[in-house]
């Protein structure tokens, strides 16, 4: 079946420095999409979502980026931090979205000292 | 208050015996989730359930069933434990149709030896 993935297994980054984790997506009837951050020995814990009807949306150093056309997805962090090493993952959710998220495979990010 | 708790943490038990795991979600969510992560990070859905309806996905073994005692709860009862069955099992929930993101538990790691 369809599913999420990711360019990257690992990214390793400077503390300060901007970072960015890919992922594709195949699901075209996808309409709302979301990043989660996963620390170890813990839950995933949600970061920033998008909808289908938008292309970019901004938190908190955080920026999602949706490109309909290549079925792209992006989450840059800005200023990384210590506290930002984790496995990131992004997820879709079909219209309705009573069977739940489907999950891409996870980038571990690293944020070298 | 954690939103989304589930119990035990950790659970090892041996082949070939039954065991369950506890989910409780105090955000008034109507919808609950049961995902499989294994070894290498990657998470699955395995069940959604809203409002007695079930929607399980066709990959996972009958042994595996959910019990929902009421919208607040979601258990996970296993049978016959396989090896196979190591892993980290998440609870989540989410109000269904919202389009908002689904809160996860802190995980259940199962070990069977």
């Known amino acids: 079946g369809e599913s999420v993935g990711l360019h990257l297994p690992t990214l390793s980054v400077q503390e300060g420095d901007n970072s960015i984790i890919n992922c594709a997506y195949s699901n075209s009837a996808s309409d709302y999409f979301i990043w989660y951050k996963q620390e170890s020995g813990k839950g995933p814990q949600f970061i920033i979502d998008i909808r289908s009807n938008m292309d970019k949306r901004q938190g908190q150093r955080v920026t999602v980026l949706l490109n309909k056309t290549v079925k792209h997805l992006s989450l840059q962090i800005a200023a990384t931090q210590p506290g930002d090493s984790a496995v990131y993952f992004c997820a879709e959710n079909m219209a309705g979205g009573a069977d739940g998220l489907t999950f891409g495979k996870g980038t571990h990010l690293i944020i070298q000292p | 208050d954690t939103a989304v708790s589930q119990t035990p943490k950790y659970l090892v038990t041996q082949m070939g015996n039954d065991k369950s795991i506890k989910c409780e979600q105090n955000?008034?969510?109507?919808?609950m989730y049961w995902y499989k992560q294994d070894s290498k990070k990657f998470l699955k859905i395995m069940f959604s359930?809203?409002?007695?309806?079930?929607?399980i996905n066709e990959t996972v073994p009958n042994r595996f069933s959910p019990k929902s005692p009421d919208k607040a709860h979601l258990n996970l009862h296993i049978n016959s434990l396989e090896l196979g069955d190591s892993a980290v099992y998440f609870c989540?929930?989410?109000?269904?149709?919202?389009?908002?993101?689904?809160?996860f538990g802190q995980g259940t790691r199962l070990t069977v030896v």
């Open positions: 955000l008034g969510h109507d919808t």
């Open positions: 359930y809203n409002n007695k309806e079930l929607i």
């Open positions: 989540a929930s989410s109000l269904r149709g919202s389009k908002s993101e689904a809160f």
